[in-house]
Protein backbone atom coordinates (compact mmCIF):
# COMPACT_ATOMS: atom_id res chain seq x y z
CA UNK A 1 0.00 0.00 0.00
CA UNK A 2 1.39 3.33 -0.90
CA UNK A 3 2.05 5.69 2.11
CA UNK A 4 -0.31 8.71 -0.31
CA UNK A 5 -2.69 7.99 -2.14
CA UNK A 6 -2.60 9.60 -5.64
CA UNK A 7 -3.89 12.33 -8.15
CA UNK A 8 -5.80 11.87 -10.18
CA UNK A 9 -7.53 13.91 -12.97
CA UNK A 10 -10.93 13.96 -14.31
CA UNK A 11 -9.64 13.12 -18.05
CA UNK A 12 -7.29 10.27 -16.12
CA UNK A 13 -10.68 8.87 -14.67
CA UNK A 14 -12.57 9.35 -18.15
CA UNK A 15 -9.86 7.75 -20.49
CA UNK A 16 -8.91 4.51 -18.03
CA UNK A 17 -12.82 3.93 -18.05
CA UNK A 18 -12.90 4.16 -21.97
CA UNK A 19 -9.63 1.80 -22.06
CA UNK A 20 -10.97 -1.15 -19.94
CA UNK A 21 -14.06 -0.90 -21.71
CA UNK A 22 -12.90 -1.07 -24.87
CA UNK A 23 -10.08 -3.67 -23.84
CA UNK A 24 -13.05 -5.54 -22.40
CA UNK A 25 -15.85 -4.98 -24.40
CA UNK A 26 -17.73 -8.40 -24.93
CA UNK A 27 -17.92 -8.33 -20.84
CA UNK A 28 -19.16 -5.18 -20.80
CA UNK A 29 -21.57 -6.10 -23.55
CA UNK A 30 -22.58 -9.45 -21.99
CA UNK A 31 -22.92 -7.76 -19.00
CA UNK A 32 -25.29 -4.74 -20.47
CA UNK A 33 -27.45 -7.32 -22.23
CA UNK A 34 -27.82 -9.24 -18.66
CA UNK A 35 -28.68 -6.44 -16.32
CA UNK A 36 -31.14 -5.28 -19.02
CA UNK A 37 -32.88 -8.43 -19.37
CA UNK A 38 -33.26 -8.92 -16.00
CA UNK A 39 -34.24 -5.31 -15.35
CA UNK A 40 -36.82 -5.04 -18.39
CA UNK A 41 -38.39 -8.66 -16.56
CA UNK A 42 -38.70 -6.82 -12.73
CA UNK A 43 -39.76 -3.86 -14.57
CA UNK A 44 -43.57 -4.46 -14.21
CA UNK A 45 -46.22 -2.68 -12.51
CA UNK A 46 -48.29 -5.34 -11.82
CA UNK A 47 -46.22 -6.18 -9.02
CA UNK A 48 -47.27 -5.41 -6.06
CA UNK A 49 -44.79 -2.99 -4.41
CA UNK A 50 -43.26 -5.76 -1.53
CA UNK A 51 -42.51 -7.82 -4.43
CA UNK A 52 -41.17 -4.42 -6.49
CA UNK A 53 -39.58 -3.92 -3.20
CA UNK A 54 -37.23 -7.16 -3.60
CA UNK A 55 -36.72 -6.95 -6.93
CA UNK A 56 -35.05 -3.64 -6.43
CA UNK A 57 -32.96 -5.27 -3.90
CA UNK A 58 -32.22 -8.00 -6.20
CA UNK A 59 -31.27 -5.83 -8.90
CA UNK A 60 -28.76 -4.03 -6.90
CA UNK A 61 -27.38 -7.42 -5.73
CA UNK A 62 -26.85 -8.52 -9.35
CA UNK A 63 -25.27 -4.72 -9.97
CA UNK A 64 -22.78 -6.39 -7.39
CA UNK A 65 -22.45 -9.59 -8.76
CA UNK A 66 -21.28 -8.37 -12.72
CA UNK A 67 -19.25 -5.96 -11.33
CA UNK A 68 -17.15 -8.52 -9.68
CA UNK A 69 -17.19 -10.50 -12.63
CA UNK A 70 -16.44 -7.91 -15.11
CA UNK A 71 -13.52 -6.33 -12.69
CA UNK A 72 -12.05 -10.55 -11.81
CA UNK A 73 -12.11 -10.54 -15.52
CA UNK A 74 -9.99 -7.21 -16.60
CA UNK A 75 -7.55 -7.32 -13.53
CA UNK A 76 -7.81 -11.13 -12.28
CA UNK A 77 -6.91 -11.59 -8.56
CA UNK A 78 -4.32 -11.48 -5.84
CA UNK A 79 -4.08 -14.83 -3.87
CA UNK A 80 -5.20 -15.80 -0.97
CA UNK A 81 -6.87 -18.19 1.31
CA UNK A 82 -9.70 -20.37 0.23
CA UNK A 83 -12.64 -18.32 2.93
CA UNK A 84 -11.30 -14.94 1.01
CA UNK A 85 -11.63 -16.46 -2.45
CA UNK A 86 -14.95 -17.85 -1.27
CA UNK A 87 -16.19 -14.25 0.41
CA UNK A 88 -14.89 -12.33 -2.77
CA UNK A 89 -17.90 -12.10 -4.64
CA UNK A 90 -20.29 -11.73 -1.27
CA UNK A 91 -18.67 -8.60 -0.01
CA UNK A 92 -18.73 -7.35 -3.81
CA UNK A 93 -22.44 -8.00 -3.21
CA UNK A 94 -23.10 -6.35 -0.66
CA UNK A 95 -20.41 -3.31 -0.98
CA UNK A 96 -22.87 -2.61 -4.29
CA UNK A 97 -25.96 -2.83 -1.85
CA UNK A 98 -24.11 -0.35 1.27
CA UNK A 99 -22.95 2.19 -1.61
CA UNK A 100 -26.19 2.39 -3.14
CA UNK A 101 -27.84 2.52 -0.06
CA UNK A 102 -24.96 5.38 1.01
CA UNK A 103 -24.85 7.70 -1.84
CA UNK A 104 -29.09 7.02 -2.51
CA UNK A 105 -29.10 8.77 1.23
CA UNK A 106 -26.88 11.21 -0.23
CA UNK A 107 -28.35 12.62 -3.40
CA UNK A 108 -31.94 12.67 -1.13
CA UNK A 109 -30.27 15.17 1.29
CA UNK A 110 -28.45 17.06 -1.13
CA UNK A 111 -26.74 16.29 -4.83
CA UNK A 112 -23.45 17.01 -3.83
CA UNK A 113 -23.04 14.64 -0.59
CA UNK A 114 -24.23 12.21 -2.94
CA UNK A 115 -21.69 12.73 -5.66
CA UNK A 116 -18.83 13.31 -2.98
CA UNK A 117 -20.15 9.92 -1.39
CA UNK A 118 -20.38 7.64 -4.72
CA UNK A 119 -16.51 9.37 -5.74
CA UNK A 120 -14.98 8.51 -2.24
CA UNK A 121 -16.30 5.18 -2.36
CA UNK A 122 -16.02 3.71 -6.10
CA UNK A 123 -12.61 1.50 -5.44
CA UNK A 124 -14.04 -0.68 -2.80
CA UNK A 125 -15.73 -3.22 -5.11
CA UNK A 126 -12.55 -3.42 -7.00
CA UNK A 127 -10.20 -3.66 -3.89
CA UNK A 128 -12.96 -6.28 -2.97
CA UNK A 129 -13.42 -8.18 -6.22
CA UNK A 130 -9.40 -8.48 -7.19
CA UNK A 131 -7.46 -7.63 -3.58
CA UNK A 132 -10.09 -9.88 -1.80
CA UNK A 133 -10.15 -7.07 1.08
CA UNK A 134 -13.27 -7.50 3.83
CA UNK A 135 -16.18 -4.93 3.53
CA UNK A 136 -14.73 -2.47 6.15
CA UNK A 137 -11.39 -2.65 4.77
CA UNK A 138 -13.09 -1.98 1.02
CA UNK A 139 -14.81 1.13 2.15
CA UNK A 140 -11.88 2.40 4.30
CA UNK A 141 -9.42 1.92 1.81
CA UNK A 142 -11.12 3.30 -1.11
CA UNK A 143 -11.82 6.55 1.16
CA UNK A 144 -8.37 6.35 1.95
CA UNK A 145 -7.10 5.89 -2.30
CA UNK A 146 -9.44 8.50 -3.16
CA UNK A 147 -8.41 11.13 -0.29
CA UNK A 148 -6.64 13.38 -3.20
CA UNK A 149 -8.68 12.96 -6.27
CA UNK A 150 -12.14 13.76 -4.54
CA UNK A 151 -12.80 16.23 -6.74
CA UNK A 152 -12.48 15.07 -9.79
CA UNK A 153 -14.51 12.02 -8.65
CA UNK A 154 -17.62 14.49 -8.03
CA UNK A 155 -17.31 15.74 -11.27
CA UNK A 156 -17.22 12.27 -13.22
CA UNK A 157 -19.98 11.58 -10.75
CA UNK A 158 -22.14 14.46 -12.07
CA UNK A 159 -21.12 13.44 -15.29
CA UNK A 160 -21.84 9.79 -14.63
CA UNK A 161 -25.64 11.35 -13.37
CA UNK A 162 -26.58 13.82 -16.32
CA UNK A 163 -28.34 11.22 -18.47
CA UNK A 164 -29.44 9.06 -16.37
CA UNK A 165 -31.68 11.95 -15.01
CA UNK A 166 -32.63 12.76 -18.03
CA UNK A 167 -33.68 9.87 -18.95
CA UNK A 168 -35.66 9.53 -15.88
CA UNK A 169 -37.47 12.38 -16.56
CA UNK A 170 -38.15 11.30 -20.30
CA UNK A 171 -39.30 8.04 -19.23
CA UNK A 172 -41.49 9.81 -16.59
CA UNK A 173 -42.90 11.82 -19.40
CA UNK A 174 -43.59 9.28 -21.91
CA UNK A 175 -45.12 6.74 -19.24
CA UNK A 176 -47.71 9.73 -17.73
CA UNK A 177 -48.69 11.14 -21.03
CA UNK A 178 -51.69 10.87 -23.04
CA UNK A 179 -53.90 11.85 -19.75
CA UNK A 180 -51.98 9.60 -16.78
CA UNK A 181 -52.36 6.52 -18.97
CA UNK A 182 -49.06 4.43 -18.28
CA UNK A 183 -47.07 3.54 -20.99
CA UNK A 184 -46.43 0.04 -20.25
CA UNK A 185 -45.38 -1.09 -24.21
CA UNK A 186 -42.62 -4.20 -24.46
CA UNK A 187 -40.73 -2.33 -26.53
CA UNK A 188 -40.33 0.93 -24.47
CA UNK A 189 -39.23 -0.98 -21.39
CA UNK A 190 -36.90 -2.90 -23.37
CA UNK A 191 -35.24 0.30 -24.91
CA UNK A 192 -34.92 2.45 -21.58
CA UNK A 193 -33.36 -0.51 -19.76
CA UNK A 194 -30.82 -1.12 -22.13
CA UNK A 195 -30.46 2.77 -22.05
CA UNK A 196 -30.08 2.53 -18.57
CA UNK A 197 -27.83 -0.55 -18.46
CA UNK A 198 -25.62 1.03 -21.09
CA UNK A 199 -25.14 3.91 -18.34
CA UNK A 200 -24.63 1.64 -15.33
CA UNK A 201 -21.73 0.03 -17.52
CA UNK A 202 -20.35 3.22 -17.78
CA UNK A 203 -20.35 3.86 -13.73
CA UNK A 204 -19.06 0.42 -13.27
CA UNK A 205 -16.17 1.53 -15.91
CA UNK A 206 -15.59 4.29 -14.05
CA UNK A 207 -15.27 2.90 -10.96
CA UNK A 208 -12.70 0.54 -12.59
CA UNK A 209 -10.38 2.86 -13.58
CA UNK A 210 -10.74 4.64 -9.91
CA UNK A 211 -9.24 0.93 -8.49
CA UNK A 212 -6.63 0.56 -11.24
CA UNK A 213 -5.79 4.64 -10.80
CA UNK A 214 -5.35 4.11 -7.40
CA UNK A 215 -3.84 0.81 -6.70
CA UNK A 216 -0.40 0.58 -5.99
CA UNK A 217 0.59 -2.64 -8.08
CA UNK A 218 -1.64 -1.80 -10.99
CA UNK A 219 0.00 1.41 -12.14
CA UNK A 220 1.00 0.52 -15.35
CA UNK A 221 -1.75 0.29 -18.52
CA UNK A 222 0.91 -2.61 -20.20
CA UNK A 223 -0.83 -4.89 -17.07
CA UNK A 224 -4.21 -4.62 -17.86
CA UNK A 225 -4.36 -3.01 -21.23
CA UNK A 226 -1.62 -4.81 -23.03
Given at each position: ??????RIAV????????????????????????????????????????????????????????????????????????????????????????????????YVLL?????????????????????????????????????????????????????????????????????????????????????????AMAG???????????????????????
Open positions: MSAESPADIIGDASSLVGARAPSFFIAAVAYAAFSTWADDSEWSWTVQLVLLTAAILFQGLLQYILFRRAYGDASGEWVSVALAPLIAITLQLLIWIVAGLGLLPGLYLAGRLSAAIGMASVERTGLIESMTGSWRRTRRCAWPLVIVQGILLLPFVALSVAIIAATYANDGVEYRSIEFRVLTNLALAVMWAVAGAVFRLTAPQLHDPEDIFG
